[in-house]
């Protein structure tokens, strides 16, 4: 908590209503200089921190309160092959992390093997345990490429799903994603909890299947995710070089899905053998786009059930790793509307996005963008109108206690109270990336964090021998970067 070295404190209410009244988004880059960033995530329930994974170093890096922290979470260089599509992959927190402390890692060894390990946190909760590593599996990988590497969880089973490529080369020469008795371009799903194969996976107790697979078909699954609300599957898979797509499978699914790989790459059909293009029994994707002209690998994403933007919600963004493109969509399971391009709307004022490597999720629901570049964007409201109203109270006299109060606030995030003497005619001090707030040289008061309700308190003393000064006050919502209007109160 910041406090004002002034004694001159104005107590006041500040009631907060965000009436978003447009779909307007932009984007925000919150931090930048990492190496191949490959993903972002949080753990349930952590509203203080995003986990950066870096593909070539191998290390996983923490953004906390806003800020990169100096020591990686965890190094594991010494244990990975780096470069083409190898190195650290993939990355997931048990759903029940804050207790038990268990993440998950999939990554390419020194032989270019895919490895999926546990790992825990250390007693420092913002550094791992790196000698706690217990593997869970060791996948050979015949080729370099097609590896894959996403590990989720479904808010629906708690089970671990793990996505893995159909080994490489091209147009998979050993039928690998459609051979049910090999491990390749397949999902997989798991119970960590006791490391056993759920009964209720689809292959269980056939002696011709592995029984950990879920569903198959895929050629190289890059970003997949469930959609918190319902545990709908949206699967980002990357084609030969005809065509991408997005496929999906319904939270109520019994798995067993195929998705055409390698007889169709998206909704074409390739002329290989391994499944007959176009049977009842394939599953289609929901969308695919043309990759022969700039195009040229789809970038998997999310569903957004965030709080700050709810005009959007439901809506499902994805991208293009090679041109930068975004693109969003609705899916109700049997229809596609509002599909819209992005690109432009979401274009940065600071940095640029241009090689997507992967879209993020934070505790929140907020979705991110990661540039294999080195930089990590979020999606945030445009001029969303954020008309605070300051009421003074009890009435905010000197010599009385008060409280300070937000609502509608980002659920989680810091809400930064600060107060001055003059109005900017031109607005010029920067509380956060791209917001010039309307007091010039502001002091803060204090920085809180908001409830999951989106509120926040701060309680403090107005000095009664500030009677009769005149401030400025204003609130400010770090997370979105918005700032309320101001008011001058007389103490």
Known sequence: MRRACSIFILVIMILAQFSMDSRAIKTERIASGFSNPLFLTSPPGDFERLFIVEQNSAQIKIIKNGTVLPTPFIDLNSKTGDGGEGGLLGLAFHPNYLVNGFFYVNYTDNSGDTVIARYRVSGNPDIADAGSEFIIANINQPFSNHNGGMLVFSPNDGFLYIFLGDGGSGNDPGNRAQTLSNVLGKIHRINVNGLSIPSSNPFTGNSSALSSIWSYGLRNPWRASFDRLNGDLYIGDVGQGSREEISWQPGNSGGGENFGWRCMEGTSCTGLSGCTC?????????????????????????????????????????????????????????????????????????????????????????????????EIFKIIPDNPSTEFTLLPLNPGRAGTTNTLQVTGATPGREVTFIWGFNQSTVPADSLCSGLEVDITNFRNLATVSADGSGNAFFNTPIPGGAAGISILIQAVDIDSCTDSNFEMETL
């Open 278 to 374: 176009n049977a009842p029994g394939l599953t289609i994707p929901i969308h695919d786009y043309d990759s022969t002209q700039s195009d040229c690998s789809v970038t998997g994403g999310y569903v957004y059930r965030g709080g700050a933007i709810p005009e959007i919600n439901g809506t499902y963004f994805f991208g293009d790793f090679c041109t930068g493109k975004i693109w969003s969509f609705k899916w109700n399971g049997s229809t596609l509307t509002e599909f819209t391009d992005r690109t432009a709307e979401l274009t940065p004022n600071l940095g640029s996005i241009n090689n997507i490597s992967s879209f993020g999720e934070d505790a929140a629901g907020e979705i991110y963008i990661v540039d294999l570049d080195g």
